[in-house]
Nanobody, 127 residues
Framework: QVQLVESGGGLVQAGGSLRLSCAVS????????MGWFRQAPGKEREFVGS????????YIGTSVKGRFTISRDNAKNTASLQMNSLKPEDTAVYYC????????????????????WGQGTQVTVSS
């Protein structure tokens, strides 16, 4: 069974940085496009970024573009989200997700396409 475990969340001051990691087990990591989503209290889940199976394509959400970077290491079965210049409005639970796809260049901002999800990690940005 495929499992995703996020780590790296925490409390940081505005302007600071955090790096989230998502460790994937129980499947062939390179068969999955990976995505990051977040959800703040009282708000809908929001797309953050997605990366294709071998990292050739990626897409970052508008609200975090220029501050966040998504990457992956297929040798370590890990996807990462580097978050810089954090703002209080970035406070949320961050989730990684895996999308099983045969298309090597595929990535997606649509959460309904993802097959597996992690439990989430809390990111809190203080002002």
């Amino acid at each position: 069974q495929v499992q995703l475990v996020e780590s790296g969340g925490g409390l940081v001051q505005a302007g600071g940085s955090l790096r989230l990691s998502c460790a994937v087990s129980g499947g062939t990591f390179s068969n999955f496009a990976m995505g990051w989503f977040r959800q703040a209290p009282g708000k809908e889940r929001e797309f953050v970024g997605s990366i294709s199976r071998h990292g050739s394509n990626s897409y970052i959400g508008t609200s975090v573009k220029g501050r966040f970077t998504i990457s992956r290491d297929n040798a370590k079965n890990t996807a990462s989200l580097q978050m810089n210049s954090l703002k209080p409005e970035d406070t949320a639970v961050y989730y990684c997700a895996a999308l099983r796809t045969d298309y090597i260049g595929s990535y997606s901002a649509d959460p309904s396409r993802y097959n597996y999800w992690g439990q989430g990690t809390q990111v809190t940005v203080s002002s």
